[in-house]
C-alpha cells in the first residue's frame, strides 16, 4: 500500500501519545483510589465496577482515530483498471491438419469453442478482430467491441490447405492499423494471439513476419493446438492416415522473439485457461487507486460502535 500524503501519518504520533496520557490517567486513578479508600469497606457498599469494559470504548476511539488518519494521508491499493484502446487479433490456423481429433471432438470444433469463451474475459470495450488463416490469410472481421460479430465470424471458419503462419501474422498487423490513433496520435496497446497446430507451409517465412510485429511493437501470444499424436485421413486418399504433429518449437520462437508467451493446449478445458491467462495479461493495466474511503468507512463505523456499547454499558456518549 502507498499512500499520496505520507507526511499526514505524522499525527498518529498525537494517537500514541494520548494512548500514553489515557495509561498514565488510569494508573493514577488506581493509586488514588487505593491510598485514600478503605478498601474493606468499599468491597461491601461500592456497585460492582465495570472492569475491563470501562476501556474498550477508549481503546475503539483511539483506533477510530487512528484509521482516519490514515484514510487522512490518502491510501491507494492496486488494482485492476480495463485498458478499453487495447486491441486483440484472434488468428485461427484453419488448416485441414485441424480436423484432428486428438483434441475432442476435433481441434477446429475445439478451438471455435474456447476462442468464443475467450470474448467473454475481455472487458466490453476492448477491440477484437479475428483472421483466419490456411492457405491465405484473411480479415474475418475488422477489430471491434462487436462480440457476436466475431462469434459469427468463429463459426462460419471453414478449412483449407496449406498454412500460412507468417501471412497470419502479416494480416494481424495490418488490421491492428485500421484502429484509428488517440488524440496524441498514440497507436493503442496490441497483441496477437495466434493459434495453429503445424508448421508454416505457404507465404512468406515466420522469421520475416517476426521481424515485423517486432518492428511494429505488437508481441504475438501462439498456442501450440493439439498432440504430438494427432492424424488426419490423406483428403486425395482418405484409407491413407497423415500424422499432423504440433510444430512448438516454431510457435514458441514466434513468442519469445516478439514477447509474446507460448502455451500448449491438449485439451479443450486447457485451452479455455490458456485463453483466460491472455484475457488477463491484455485486457487489463494495474493502476494505483484511491483508497481513503474504506479507511473513513471502517472509522465511522468503529465511531459507532464505540458510541453504542458506551450508551448500552454506561448510559453516557464517551
Known amino acids: 500500500m502507498n499512500f499520496?500524503?505520507?507526511?499526514?501519518?505524522?499525527?498518529?504520533?498525537?494517537v500514541v501519545a494520548l494512548v500514553a496520557i489515557y495509561v498514565i490517567l488510569q494508573s493514577r486513578r488506581k493509586a488514588y483510589a487505593v491510598k485514600f479508600t478503605n478498601i474493606a469497606l468499599l468491597d461491601r457498599v461500592a456497585p460492582r465496577q465495570p472492569?475491563?469494559?470501562?476501556?474498550?470504548?477508549?481503546a475503539m476511539f483511539l483506533l477510530a482515530l487512528a484509521t482516519l488518519i490514515v484514510g487522512f494521508a490518502q491510501p491507494t491499493r492496486e488494482t485492476e483498471v480495463p485498458r478499453e484502446r487495447a486491441t486483440i487479433i484472434l488468428a485461427i490456423d484453419t488448416s485441414l491438419s485441424m480436423m484432428a481429433e486428438d483434441v475432442a471432438p476435433t481441434r477446429?470444433?475445439?478451438?471455435k469453442s474456447a476462442a468464443s469463451s475467450f470474448l467473454d474475459v475481455l472487458p466490453p470495450k476492448i477491440n477484437v478482430g479475428l483472421v483466419l488463416f490456411n492457405g491465405n490469410a484473411a480479415v474475418r472481421v475488422a477489430p471491434t467491441t462487436d462480440r457476436e460479430a466475431i462469434r459469427r465470424g468463429i463459426a462460419g471458419a471453414e478449412l483449407g490447405e496449406r498454412t500460412a503462419i507468417g501471412e497470419a501474422i502479416f494480416t494481424s498487423l495490418e488490421a491492428i492499423q485500421s484502429v484509428p490513433a488517440d488524440d496524441e496520435n498514440t497507436a493503442p496497446?496490441?497483441?496477437?494471439?495466434?493459434?495453429?497446430?503445424?508448421?508454416?507451409?505457404?507465404?512468406?517465412?515466420?522469421?520475416?513476419?517476426?521481424q515485423a510485429a517486432i518492428d511494429a511493437g505488437v508481441p504475438v501470444s501462439t498456442i501450440g493446438f493439439g498432440t504430438d499424436d494427432g492424424t488426419i485421413a490423406d483428403p486425395a486418399t482418405p484409407w491413407i492416415t497423415v500424422p499432423v504433429p504440433v510444430d512448438r518449437d516454431s510457435l514458441e520462437?514466434?513468442?519469445?522473439?516478439t514477447e509474446g508467451t507460448f502455451f500448449s493446449a491438449?485439451?479443450?478445458?486447457?485451452?479455455?485457461?490458456?485463453?483466460?491467462?491472455?484475457?488477463?495479461?491484455?485486457?487489463?493495466t494495474t493502476e494505483e487507486v484511491d483508497a481513503s474511503a474504506w479507511f473513513i468507512g471502517g472509522a465511522l463505523l468503529l465511531l459507532l460502535a464505540t458510541s453504542g456499547l458506551s450508551m448500552a454499558w454506561f448510559s453516557r456518549l464517551p
Request: aromatic content about 10%; cysteine-free; hydrophobic content about 40%.
Open 4 to 14: 499520496l500524503s505520507p507526511y499526514r501519518l505524522a499525527f498518529l504520533v498525537v
Open 51 to 58: 472492569g475491563w469494559r470501562r476501556h474498550v470504548p477508549a
Open 108 to 111: 477446429i470444433d475445439a478451438a
Open 189 to 210: 496497446p496490441a497483441r496477437i494471439v495466434l493459434m495453429s497446430d503445424g508448421s508454416n507451409t505457404y507465404g512468406r517465412p515466420n522469421e520475416v513476419a517476426t
Open 253 to 257: 520462437t514466434i513468442a519469445t522473439e
Open 266 to 284: 491438449f485439451t479443450e478445458g486447457e485451452l479455455r485457461e490458456v485463453y483466460q491467462d491472455i484475457g488477463s495479461s491484455i485486457g487489463f
